[in-house]
């Protein structure tokens, strides 16, 4: 797709090969072979020793065998090349110092436009008159595949702008029962609910709290908002929210745009790039 109906000619890298549909499936090194031959000039393979080693070796040997044909690695290697040149990295100088202010606005600029809202764009946005309550979903341990990051501008800090009175409320990615009762005694005091959702089809007890909150707000009329900040799947575990939101990151650039969304500041332009249940991708 990225090829033929996109018309990039970039240079096209993975992710980690060693994620569970890869590595427990075809496994990392047949992984490797089918991701060159789609068309992928970099391989990323980030953690064991054994598994880059395995994928190194299984790309040679398709190649010798005739699976890959070479000129498909020329063809990667003219990419990665033509990176490097552009970048500098050939011109026996330093590379220039990154621009901040062009990377910050480059962010806020591709954030503004990710922001699909999936589902319930009628019932937006929030009411500026009353009160809101944002359940903030943060890891606190970092993992191959979760970085545990403090972060102070999150979605509350981004709303508190463009809605009158927002309380914040962080909880685990499997809330502790004191979160959960702080969250659901919180609400109750809420005209409007966004639970940013962080991965909730893995943590059962994240999944629960947003099914409780969902039936309590629509049995009590208020608003209730479902943000996903990670994976864009969050909504299978709930299908019933009113209002679906993807922000696909939890990063200071997304949550100013997904604020943005809510209050009505902005409109959303993305569009969901798979497909969840009855919402088809683009």
Known sequence: MLRERLGFDGVVVTDCLEMNAISETIGVARGAVEAVKGGADLI???HRLDRQISALEAVYEAVLAGEIPASRIDEA???VWSLKEKRGLFAGTSAAAPDAALAEAVARRLSERAVTVVKGAERLPLRADGRTLVVWTEARTSTEVVEAVEQSWTLGAALSGGVVDVTEIA????PTEAEKNEVTSSAVAAESIVFCSYDAGFYPGQAALIRVLHE???????TFV????RTPYDLLEVPAVPVYICAYENKPSMMSALAGVLTGRLPAVGRLPVTIGDYPCF
Do not use: P
């Open 44 to 46: 990323l393979v980030s």
């Open 77 to 79: 290697v003219r990419r």
């Open 171 to 174: 909880i685990g990615l499997e």
């Open 216 to 222: 309590s707000a629509e049995a009590a009329g208020r």
């Open 226 to 229: 479902l943000a996903s900040l």
